[in-house]
């Protein structure tokens, strides 16, 4: 069946620093790909999507591009701020019906 | 304001003792879905609907279960909590096909 895989983690970086988090995954036909955010003490939100191959999302100087020749999504940002501290998941919708798939999730820890 | 509302937040309870987590959302979203999140284990899928009367089970949905009788809510029932069902449970919906999931704040429950 489709699947995500994610580095896990967790991740620490000085404040500034650049930031990749790696995801790839498995799918039949052609997935909708998605990073999620989620904070401490609440629920998941989106941060960043792409529907098609080379698609690049972007979000609060976060991008991610679709690509399927390596069946990658990575998530970069180029300075991370202490407020990007979070555990990051990623997505995509499944082939079959409108199902979501997740990744285990990726703690962020950026300090000052 | 679009959002999805769980309730409770909090809930401790006993063993064997019935309970209902009430999910709605004001986005008139077909696909709504349960999720349990736990350490180590990422968000794991219990049930799905994709609209009013249909409902399919997730990855984990033992011991759950679910109702849609009202495109707004979707109610998560447990009908003989086991401690094994400790975990933090989010409720998410989405508009549909390749549409981004919303969540709720999520219900941490807490099973003795």
């Known amino acids: 069946g489709d699947s995500v895989t994610q580095m896990e983690g967790p991740v620490t970086l000085s404040e500034e620093a650049f930031l990749t988090i790696n995801c790839t995954y498995t799918a039949t036909g052609y997935p909708s790909l998605f990073w999620y955010v989620q904070y401490p003490g609440e629920g998941l939100q989106l941060l960043l999507k792409?529907?098609?191959?080379?698609d690049k999302g972007s979000n609060k100087g976060f991008e991610a591009t679709y690509r399927k020749e390596t069946t990658s999504f990575h998530l970069e940002k180029g300075s991370v701020q202490v407020s990007d501290s979070a555990v990051y998941f990623c997505a995509l919708t499944a082939t079959y019906g409108q199902n979501f798939v997740f990744g285990p999730g990726t703690r962020l820890s950026v300090l000052p | 304001e679009a959002q999805v509302t769980q309730n409770p937040r909090y809930l401790i309870t006993v063993t064997g003792k019935k309970l209902t987590v009430t999910c709605s959302q004001n986005m008139n979203h077909e696909y709504m879905s349960w999720y349990r999140q736990d350490p180590g284990l990422g968000l794991r899928q219990i049930y799905y609907s994709m609209n009013v009367e249909v409902t399919d089970k997730g990855d984990v949905p033992e011991g759950y279960k679910v109702s849609r009788k009202e495109k707004r809510n979707f109610p998560l029932i447990l009908e003989s909590p086991s401690p094994n069902q400790t975990s933090l449970y989010f409720c998410?919906?989405?508009?549909?096909?390749?549409?981004?999931?919303?969540f709720g704040n999520g219900t941490r429950l807490t099973v003795t």
């Open positions: 792409a529907t098609k191959a080379d």
């Open positions: 998410a919906s989405s508009l549909g096909l390749n549409s981004p999931l919303h």
